[in-house]
């Protein structure tokens, strides 16, 4: 998907089932929250996000 010319060619598409694997990884490397999918950008349900990351590293504190 590259935007013009002047951007970077695509040189191969990840697949979904990759971008599980990378969710996993992370996941596993202790990531609380991952958002991993062909079209993610890093501003994609930010603020979603950002409250669900906030829950999640609250209820990961109450546990201690």
């Known amino acids: 998907l590259q935007p013009s010319r002047k951007h970077a060619a695509v040189d191969r598409f990840v697949t979904p089932d990759e971008f599980a694997t990378y969710e996993t990884i992370a996941k596993s490397k202790g990531f609380l929250l991952v958002s991993a999918s062909p079209l993610t950008r890093s501003s ?21």
């Open 44 to 64: 994609y349900h930010a603020d979603e996000d950002f409250a669900r990351l906030r829950t999640a590293r609250e209820a990961q504190l109450a546990r201690r």
